[in-house]
T-cell receptor
């Protein structure tokens, strides 16, 4: 069965600082990996996805993520955080017979001035 | 293409009442998914349709829940005899198979509060 672990429930960073959100996945075959962002009361917005190819993927809003098969990780990074990045971030893995998506518990990002 | 839409966006109901939510997928998408997100958790898969056929249901979908997609376009999710534990955000997603993996596009969700 596929699963996702996001070890950090809550992260606080200063505006302008760099950010890394951790994600580990479990999946028996080639994983399809995603990062979504959710602002309070809003739906899910796709930040980036990895299907195959280059293991460093670029997304929207200046985010990037690196797929490391040996570590079963897909960490999200941003070099300089803006106050508007405060939100909840979900790592997810897709696959299986009906390609349903399994989400992690989420990491809530707080940005302080 | 206006994206996936869901109606209503918010629903407040009393325990024991029935509620129905609607999802309109992106027009050419033949795959439709329902997820539930409770407070402090990530979304969890509930059920999947390919065209009008419901092909998979999660164990989370108790017998009080029923989902339909009668013409392979919009879908409805009904909860009968609501309980306070049903309070959650209900998300719908749709996709169309292209290549190796079909990316799902999510709607804004329906937030249900059961008093």
């Amino acid at each position: 069965a596929q699963s996702v672990t996001q070890p950090d429930i809550h992260i606080t960073v200063s505006e302008g600082a760099s950010l890394e959100l951790r994600c580990n996945y479990s999946y028996g075959a080639t994983p399809y990996l995603f990062w979504y962002v959710q602002s309070p009361g809003q739906g899910l917005q796709l930040l980036l996805k990895y299907f195959s190819g280059d293991t460093l993927v670029q997304g929207i809003k200046g985010f990037e993520a690196e797929f490391k098969r040996s570590q079963s990780s897909f960490n999200l990074r941003k070099p300089s955080v803006h106050w508007s990045d405060a939100a909840e971030y979900f790592c997810a893995v897709g696959g299986g017979s009906y390609q349903k998506v399994t989400f992690g518990i989420g990491t809530k990002l707080q940005v302080i001035p | 293409d206006t994206g996936v839409s869901q109606d209503p966006r918010h629903k407040i109901t009393k325990r024991g009442q029935n509620v129905t939510f609607r999802c309109d997928p992106i027009s050419e998408h033949n795959r439709l998914y329902w997820y539930r997100q409770t407070l402090g958790q990530g979304p969890e898969f509930l059920t999947y349709f390919q065209n009008e056929a419901q092909l998979e249901k999660s164990r989370l979908l108790s017998d009080r829940f029923s989902a339909e997609r009668p013409k392979g376009s919009f879908s409805t999710l009904e909860i009968q005899r609501t309980e306070q534990g049903d309070s959650a955000m209900y998300l719908c997603a749709s996709s169309f198979p292209r290549g190796e993996y079909n990316e799902q596009f999510f709607g804004p969700g329906t937030r249900l509060t059961v008093l």
